[in-house]
């Protein structure tokens, strides 16, 4: 779905950060990365975005507590969690913290797009 969508990354590991970025922009997405959570929250106060993808892996031990906050604080911008593991009740929990949708790692670029497309069209 080449678009003018504008999709916010958020992941502390920079070369997962660089990768996922450069599939989103091949796809025809703008692309803001942020290695931090401060960092994310100044881009989110100062821009508009349709879409957060966050990797449950760089955020502290209460991870899905930032994402439940994020979530808060800007309520309007459907989230995508990244993980190592599956949620143990994936509906329930995703509907607990906000989290639109999740993916499990490893993921492939087929199904970040997918996933991208589907909270996007559906906006």
Not at 48 to 53: E, R, V
Not at 110 to 119: F, K
């Amino acid at each position: 779905m080449p678009s003018k969508h504008t999709i916010l990354v958020i992941d502390d590991d920079q070369k997962l950060c660089r990768t996922l970025a450069q599939i989103l922009r091949r796809a025809g997405f703008s692309v803001i990365t942020a290695i931090q959570l401060s960092q994310a929250h100044r881009y989110l106060y100062l821009r508009s975005f349709d879409l957060i993808i966050i990797d449950s892996n760089s955020l502290d031990p209460s991870g899905l507590d930032r994402v439940q906050e994020l979530h808060c604080l800007f309520s309007s911008i459907p989230i995508i969690l990244i993980t190592n593991f599956p949620l143990d009740d994936p509906s329930l929990t995703a509907r607990q913290i906000g989290v639109c949708s999740y993916l499990v790692k490893p993921i492939d670029p087929a199904s970040i797009l997918a996933c991208v497309d589907e909270i996007l069209v559906h906006q």
